[in-house]
T-cell receptor, first 115, second 112 residues
Framework: GENVEQHPSTLSVQEGDSAVIKCTYSDSASNYFPWYKQELGKRPQLIIDIRSNVGEKKDQRIAVTLNKTAKHFSLHITETQPEDSAVYFCAASKGSGGSNYKLTFGKGTLLTVNP | EADIYQTPRYLVIGTGKKITLECSQTMGHDKMYWYQQDPGMELHLIHYSYGVNSTEKGDLSSESTVSRIRTEHFPLTLESARPSHTSQYLC???????????FGPGTRLTVL
């Protein structure tokens, strides 16, 4: 089955700096890669996702890049703010719409943004 | 409001009790999932369902059971709770024609 590795497990940055979280996956058939943010005591929420036919996607201060050949994808947060402090999860799946797929999650990265 | 609801949000019980964690969604989703989340953050899939009367075990072995009699309802039952079952349980769902998976707020279970 799919295996997703996520690094680092903890990341501390100063407000205004950039943060990068990296994930690798094992199944070359995986084609959907979401990122979730979980604030303390809250539910995981989707913040951005990317499909295998796209190399990069941006949404304001966050961006995700995908390298299919190397089987890795990364989350980039620019101009970090204290409210970016949370646990971030990457995930991978072979799904596409109606297929019966399961998300395989990385172990999570605890991001702390220091004011 | 269309959402995923979990009850109770917090539960403290004694060893040996039978409990049911409720999960309902009003989003019209047909796929539903249960995850167990460690204190150390990691999410483990323990059960999933692709539709009514369809249930499968997930990647992490669990002594819990699930049922899916109605599309919107996916309860999880522990017949005899033990301290090792202490964890946060997250329900999730998605629509068959999309990949986006949504999570419920979770139930934090403590077994004494």
């Amino acid at each position: 089955g799919e295996n997703v590795e996520q690094h680092p497990s903890t990341l501390s940055v100063q407000e205004g700096d950039s943060a990068v979280i990296k994930c690798t996956y094992s199944d070359s058939a995986s084609n959907y890669f979401p990122w979730y943010k979980q604030e303390l005591g809250k539910r995981p929420q989707l913040i951005i996702d990317i499909r295998s036919n796209v190399g990069e996607k941006k949404d304001q201060r966050i961006a995700v890049t995908l390298n299919k050949t190397a089987k890795h994808f990364s989350l980039h947060i620019t101009e970090t703010q204290p409210e970016d402090s949370a646990v971030y999860f990457c995930a991978a799946s072979k799904g596409s719409g109606g297929s019966n797929y399961k998300l395989t999650f990385g172990k999570g990265t605890l991001l702390t943004v220091n004011p | 409001e269309a959402d995923i609801y979990q009850t109770p949000r917090y539960l403290v019980i004694g060893t040996g009790k039978k409990i049911t964690l409720e999960c309902s969604q009003t989003m019209g989703h047909d796929k539903m999932y249960w995850y167990q989340q460690d204190p150390g953050m990691e999410l483990h899939l323990i059960h999933y369902s692709y539709g009514v009367n369809s249930t499968e075990k997930g990647d992490l072995s669990s002594e819990s059971t699930v049922s899916r009699i109605r599309t919107e309802h996916f309860p999880l039952t522990l017949e005899s709770a033990r301290p090792s079952h202490t964890s946060q349980y997250l329900c999730a769902s998605r629509l068959a024609v999309t990949d986006t998976q949504y999570f419920g707020p979770g139930t934090r279970l403590t077994v004494l």
